[in-house]
């Protein structure tokens, strides 16, 4: 059970991770694999706002399809 778990959270992961990757592209901010502690603290904001912000907004939209 442990094994198929790790493999859920590893597949969650890297979901969110080409999430974050395609929002920060949309807003045009720079985000690259691994250490980004160049990034303002706007900028880090911007992508984690507009990542919650699209998902607010996928969710409503499933609501409203009754989904």
């Not at 929002?23 to 507009?50: F, H, M, P, Q």
Request: proline letters at 0%; hydrophobic letters at 30%.
């Amino acid at each position: 059970m442990t094994n198929s778990n790790s493999k859920t959270k590893k597949d969650a992961q890297e979901a969110l991770d080409r999430f974050k990757m395609e929002v920060a592209s949309e807003i045009g901010v720079n985000l690259k694999d691994g250490y980004n502690g160049d990034l303002t603290s706007a900028e880090a904001g911007s992508v984690g706002g507009n990542m919650v912000k699209k998902m607010i907004r996928r969710q409503e939209e499933q609501m409203s399809q009754g989904k």
